[in-house]
C-alpha cells in the first residue's frame, strides 16, 4: 500500500476566526469549486455541509470542528472549520495543536474581533502559520485598510496584503493581484466558478504602483539575494516572490493577506491558491518532540507514561512514513454505528487496518478496526494512513482526547493539550430513578468528546453538578442529552463555579495516631500555607529532612495536600493560588505508613486555610458589546450597576461603538435577552472567561454551593 500523493503535496490547514466572520460560508465555497460538492450550502438555511449537528443547523452557529479533505491542484487538503464562538474554544484549541497551517478570517467590518485575537494568539502559541482572508468586502462599512491596521496594532502581525479591492461595500465588484497586476472579476451566473482576468483600469494604476512597490520592499528585507536585485532596480520574477513569500510565512515574518466575499462567490480561488502556495505541507514543519522510554531501562516500554517523562529523554519524530508510528489523539466524538470515533494526526510511519497500536499515557494495546477519511459527519474507508494525514479511527475503547499512540517497540509521549477549566455549572439529576444509568453514560460520553465539559458531585445535597464554558456550552450539551441521547432530566438554574484562596500566611500541625491492639498508626506534619499570585494553582516545597519525615513519605503527602485544595474552607470550592511547605513533622519506625501522613497532612492543611483568612473568588470574562451609538449611554449605565469595568470605547463608521470591558460571570446570565431589549435587537456581545477576582463579602454567596470536577 502506497500513498496516493506525496506528502509535499498535503495541506493540514484550519478555518478560523471571531463568530459570524463567515468561516463555514467560506468552507462551503472551498468545498464546490474543488468539486467536493455540487451544491453550495448556506448556513441561514441549515444546508451548511460542515455544520451537520441538529443545533447547529437550528442556531446558525457552528459548534463542533468538522473535517473534511479536498484536492486543488494535485495537492490534497485535510480542512478543519472551527467554531467562533468562545464557549467552544476547546475545539479550536485542539485543531490548533494538529495543524500545519491556518486560514485566519477577518470580516471587513468587524477586522480583528475578540475572539478572532484570542484565535490569533493560539495559533501564536503552537507556532501555526497563516494567510489572512479579509471576508465580506461587499458589507456596508467594509474598510479593507482599517482591517490591516487592526493586525498590526492589535496583533503585532506584519500583514502583506497581496491583494486590493476594487470597491468596498456595495461597490466591491472585484480584486487586484498585486502579483499578476492583473484584475480579477468573478462571473456571478455561474457561483463564481469563472473568473476573468484584465488590465488595471487607469484610475487604480498609481494605488496599484504603491501596494507593489511596498510588497517588494518587504520581500526583499526577507531576502539578502531579492534586497541585492531590489537596491540595483533588477526585475524579481514571479517565482522568486513566491518563494519568498512562502519562506516568510513559514518563518511567520509576514502574513499574506487577501480579501474578497465567500458570500458573492468572489476571493475563494486565489485563497486556495494560497493555501498551496504559502501554507506548509507536513514534511516543512519541524519534527515533532516528545518523550520515549528511559534509556537505562528496557522495561518501560511496556509501562504507562509514568516511566517516561525525563528532561533527557527527548525524542524527535520527522514526518516520514517509514518512521516509526507516532500519532495525536485531538478529538473524541460518538457515533450513531460504532462505539466512538477517535480523531487522530498522523505525525510519523504508517498505520495500517487492523492493526495493533500503543496508547503510551494508559500503557493499552488497541487494535485499530477501521480508518476513516471524515467529511463532516460522513467517512470513506482507508486501508491504511500515512505521515501528515488526520483519519478517525475505530476501535480504541480506552484512547482520550491527549493521548499518544505509537509503535509499542518504540514509543514516543507527545505533548497533550491543555484546556481551560469551566467556570459556570448546573445541578443535573434524572426525574427517576431508572434513568442514573442513561444519564450517567451520557455524561461519561459528552466528557469523553469534550475535555471542558466535567462532572462533579455536591457532597452536601449529593446532586450531579456538570460545568463548562458558558451558557450557550451547557445549553447545547444539554439539549444533545435529552435530543441525541434520550436522556430524562431535571436541570436547576445555571450557577457560577467560584474558586477559594487564602490572603495570609498560617502554619498548623496535623497529626493521625491511632492504636490497636494488633498495629498502630502513625503521622506527624506541620506545614505552613502562603498566598500566591492569582492563576499560579498550588505549589508544594518540602523544608523537612530525613530525621523528621522518611522521604518515601513525602510524594504521599504532597498529593494529599494536592487532593485537599478541591475542598475550599469556606463554602467548599475548590482552591487555587496556595503555596505549602513541609516544615515539619515526625514519624514512628512501626507505626507510620504513607495513609497515616496523608491523613496528617489533610489535617494540617485544612486547619491552615482556616486560620489564612479564606477568600471567595469568582471568574470575571472580557465582554466585547457593539451597540448602536443611540443606545451607548443605556448599555453603559447598565454595565456599571453589573458591576464591569469599562477598560475602551471606540466608536466605528460613525454610527457604531465597540465596548470592551471586564464583568463577573455572575452579572451576565441572561444578558443576551436584556441587551436585545435595551438596543431594539440591534447589539451583540461575546464573552471569554479571563481571571479570577475576590467577590466583595456583602456579595458572596452562602448557599447553592457548587463542587466543580
Known amino acids: 500500500m502506497a500513498r496516493e500523493y506525496p506528502i509535499e503535496n498535503v495541506r493540514n490547514i484550519g478555518i478560523a476566526a471571531h463568530i459570524d466572520a463567515g468561516k463555514t460560508t467560506t468552507t462551503e465555497r472551498i468545498l464546490f469549486y ?44 485535510h480542512l478543519i472549520d472551527t467554531p467562533g464562538h468562545v464557549d467552544f474554544t476547546v475545539e479550536v484549541e485542539r485543531s490548533l495543536r494538529v495543524l500545519d497551517g491556518a486560514i485566519a478570517l477577518f470580516c471587513a467590518v468587524g477586522g480583528v474581533e475578540p475572539q478572532s485575537e484570542t484565535v490569533w494568539h493560539q495559533a501564536d502559541r503552537y507556532n501555526v502559520p497563516r494567510v489572512v482572508f479579509v471576508n465580506k468586502m461587499d458589507r456596508v462599512g467594509a474598510n479593507f485598510a482599517r482591517v490591516l491596521e487592526m493586525m498590526k496594532e492589535r496583533l503585532g502581525a506584519d500583514p502583506l496584503p497581496l491583494q486590493l479591492p476594487i470597491g468596498e461595500g456595495a461597490d466591491f465588484t472585484g480584486i487586484v493581484d498585486l502579483v499578476t497586476q492583473k484584475v480579477m472579476r468573478w462571473d456571478g451566473t455561474d457561483l463564481g466558478q469563472t473568473y476573468t482576468e484584465a488590465e488595471i483600469p487607469p484610475e487604480f494604476q498609481d494605488e496599484v504602483a504603491q501596494a507593489r512597490e511596498s510588497l517588494f520592499e518587504s520581500i526583499a528585507v526577507e531576502d539578502d539575494t531579492l534586497l541585492e536585485k531590489y537596491l540595483n532596480g533588477e526585475e524579481i520574477t514571479r517565482a522568486e516572490l513566491l518563494a519568498c513569500l512562502r519562506a516568510s510565512t513559514l518563518r511567520r515574518t509576514l502574513v499574506p493577506v487577501l480579501c474578497g466575499s465567500s458570500l458573492k462567490n468572489q476571493g475563494v480561488q ?89 496508547n503510551v499515557r494508559s500503557g493499552r494495546r488497541e487494535r485499530v478496526n477501521r480508518i476513516l477519511q471524515m467529511h463532516a459527519n460522513k467517512e470513506g474507508v482507508s486501508d491504511a494512513a500515512y505521515a501528515g494525514d488526520i483519519v478517525a479511527l475505530v476501535g480504541l475503547k480506552h484512547t482520550k482526547t491527549g493521548d499518544t499512540v505509537a509503535d509499542e517497540s518504540d514509543p514516543i509521549l507527545l505533548e497533550s493539550i491543555t484546556f481551560p477549566d469551566p467556570v459556570i455549572s448546573i445541578a443535573i439529576e434524572p426525574e427517576r430513578a431508572s434513568d442514573t444509568d442513561t444519564l450517567e453514560e451520557t455524561l461519561e460520553k459528552l466528557m469523553d468528546e469534550d475535555p471542558t465539559f466535567t462532572v462533579g458531585i455536591d457532597k452536601e445535597t449529593g446532586q450531579r453538578i456538570i460545568s463548562g464554558m458558558g451558557e450557550l456550552h451547557l ?90 485544595m478541591g475542598t475550599g474552607p469556606r463554602i467548599g470550592y475548590p482552591m487555587q493560588d496556595v503555596k505549602v511547605t513541609l516544615t515539619g513533622g515526625s514519624y514512628h519506625p512501626t507505626d507510620s505508613s504513607e495513609i497515616a501522613f496523608e491523613a496528617a497532612a489533610v489535617l494540617a492543611f485544612e486547619s491552615a486555610v482556616r486560620k489564612a483568612n479564606p477568600l471567595l473568588l469568582e471568574p470575571i470574562m472580557r465582554i466585547h458589546i457593539t451597540v448602536p451609538d443611540e443606545h451607548v449611554g443605556k448599555v453603559i449605565g447598565d454595565l456599571n450597576a453589573r458591576r464591569a469595568q469599562i477598560n475602551e470605547s471606540t466608536t466605528q463608521d460613525g454610527s457604531i461603538t465597540v465596548i470592551n470591558a471586564f464583568i463577573p460571570l455572575s452579572e451576565t446570565f441572561q444578558y443576551t435577552t436584556q441587551l436585545r431589549s435595551m438596543t431594539q435587537g440591534r447589539g451583540a456581545f461575546t464573552l471569554e472567561f479571563s481571571h479570577y477576582e475576590v467577590v466583595p463579602e456583602s456579595l458572596a454567596p452562602g448557599a447553592n454551593r457548587v463542587i466543580s470536577a
Open 34 to 77: 474543488t468539486g467536493k460538492k455540487h451544491k453550495i450550502g448556506a448556513v441561514d438555511d441549515g444546508t451548511a455541509e460542515m455544520d451537520w449537528m441538529v443545533q447547529e443547523r437550528e442556531r446558525g452557529v457552528t459548534i463542533t470542528a468538522a473535517a473534511t479533505t479536498c484536492f486543488w491542484r494535485e495537492h490534497a487538503i
Open 475 to 564: 445549553e447545547i450539551l444539554t439539549d444533545r442529552m435529552i435530543r441525541e441521547f434520550g436522556v430524562k432530566a431535571r436541570i436547576s438554574k445555571l450557577q457560577v463555579a467560584y474558586r477559594e484562596t487564602i490572603s495570609t500566611v498560617a502554619e498548623a500541625r496535623g497529626t493521625h495516631i491511632y492504636k490497636t491492639d494488633e498495629e498502630g498508626i502513625y503521622g506527624d506534619v506541620l506545614l505552613t500555607v502562603e498566598p500566591l499570585e492569582r492563576g499560579v494553582g498550588f505549589q508544594f516545597e518540602d523544608k523537612t529532612d530525613e530525621t523528621l519525615i522518611p522521604r518515601q513519605y513525602i510524594v504521599s503527602i504532597e498529593k494529599a495536600l494536592a487532593g485537599a
Open 270 to 358: 486565489p485563497l486556495l491558491d494560497a493555501v498551496i502556495d504559502f501554507l506548509p505541507s507536513p514534511a516543512d514543519v519541524p519534527p515533532v518532540e516528545g518523550t520515549g522510554p528511559h534509556p537505562t531501562s528496557d522495561a518501560t516500554r511496556s509501562k504507562s507514561m509514568g516511566d517516561i517523562s525525563t528532561e533527557e529523554d527527548k525524542v524527535t519524530r520527522t514526518a516520514d512514513d517509514t518512521a516509526p508510528l507516532s500519532a495525536l489523539a485531538f478529538k473524541v466524538a460518538n457515533h450513531p454505528t460504532v462505539d466512538k470515533l477517535v480523531y487522530c494526526r498522523i505525525y510519523s510511519g504508517t498505520l495500517k487496518r487492523g492493526e495493533v497500536i500503543y
